[in-house]
């Protein structure tokens, strides 16, 4: 079994689809000849001949193209460059790609899959570090998936396209190349909308994603405390099982993310929990996450996404309560 960081997961789970039906294409800017902006699809060009497709700086288009491509029987992987570039293609996702099936009554399926790098942590410029999944997330019809490590990166992508119905698919560019694990080369899949119990514990969840999860597995394991941790993988539609099951075992929670608070993710995880699992609760449920700003550029970073120190403070603050 080969080790791989998750650049090279995600490239041969798009081979090994594009292999496997001929129908998945690949297309967005640059994504051809030069294999992507950050190389993740390095190589599938000359593999697949006119299957994988440069377009216009238009990520409308991009996205709307896939749309119509979709609808006629293909199932596009579309590349959007960074996070920040999203915004324009939102009108495509809102009222098309999310509403095709509904407003067709099920005679038309939208199985595509819009990649985008996310989230900070590489010291780019404005509008190639944001981490806007919040906004997604509220788009019913649309999947929102995140992977955390290339393992898991390989076979939601897999579970993505064979979906068919509309996935955003999120990758963290601040693990791109940061974590590298064993990943199997024979095809698997993970199924998407449910999350895993990373590791197994008693005195307090704490649920997270993307990657923001190794920067929880590593304050975990410098504690002596027994702490469960969650990774969402998928965030819309959000596996609520798994957490209220592992809050109520715990009695506590903290939800990690990336993103700014206000009107987040980590607002609708508290809300669930405590709709759900409230008469369990010893603490309050704490959140760490980004701050209600736009993310700085590269000198103020490491002052605005939540690093290991103000993770720790809050898990601490709430077994102690």
Not at 70 to 81: D, H, N, T
Not at 104 to 117: C, D, T
Not at 190 to 215: C, H, R
Request: glycine share 6%; proline share 7%.
């Amino acid at each position: 079994m080969a080790k791989m960081n998750m650049v090279q997961a995600i490239n041969l789970a798009l081979h090994q689809e594009m292999q496997n039906d001929e129908n998945v294409i690949v297309l967005g800017e640059d994504v051809g000849i030069d294999g992507g902006v950050f190389r993740v699809t390095n190589g599938l060009h000359e593999k697949f001949p006119g299957r994988v497709i440069d377009t216009p700086l238009a990520e409308s288009a991009i996205v709307g193209t896939s749309i119509g491509m979709s609808v006629m029987g293909l199932k596009p992987v579309a590349e959007i460059q960074f996070d920040g570039f999203l915004p324009p293609a939102f009108d495509q996702l809102l009222n098309h790609a999310a509403r095709i099936r509904n407003r067709s009554r099920g005679r038309f399926h939208v199985p595509i899959v819009v990649r985008v790098p996310c989230s900070g942590g590489i010291k780019a410029l404005e509008h190639h570090s944001d981490s806007p999944e919040a906004f997604y997330c509220h788009i019913p019809g649309l999947k929102v998936v995140m992977p955390s490590r290339p393992y898991n990166a390989k076979g939601l992508l897999v579970s993505a396209i064979r979906d068919p119905d509309p996935v955003l698919f999120f990758e963290p560019k601040r693990v791109y190349r940061a974590i590298k694990e064993e990943v199997p080369e024979e095809e698997y899949a993970i199924p998407l909308e449910k999350a895993e119990v990373v590791q197994e514990g008693n005195d307090i969840t704490v649920i997270s994603w993307g990657a923001m999860l190794k920067t929880v597995k590593e304050v975990a394991s410098g504690m002596q405390s027994s702490i469960e941790i969650i990774d969402l993988q998928t965030l819309s539609p959000l596996d609520e099982e798994t957490v209220i099951k592992s809050v109520k075992k715990t009695g506590r929670a903290v939800v990690v993310q990336e993103a700014p608070k206000t009107c987040s993710l980590s607002a609708e995880i508290s809300a669930l929990i405590n709709e759900k699992a409230l008469l369990s609760l010893e603490a309050p449920v704490l959140r760490v996450t980004g701050w209600d700003v736009v993310p700085p550029l590269p000198k103020l970073e490491k002052y605005y996404y939540p690093d290991a120190a103000r993770v720790k403070k809050n898990i601490e603050k709430v077994l102690n309560f």
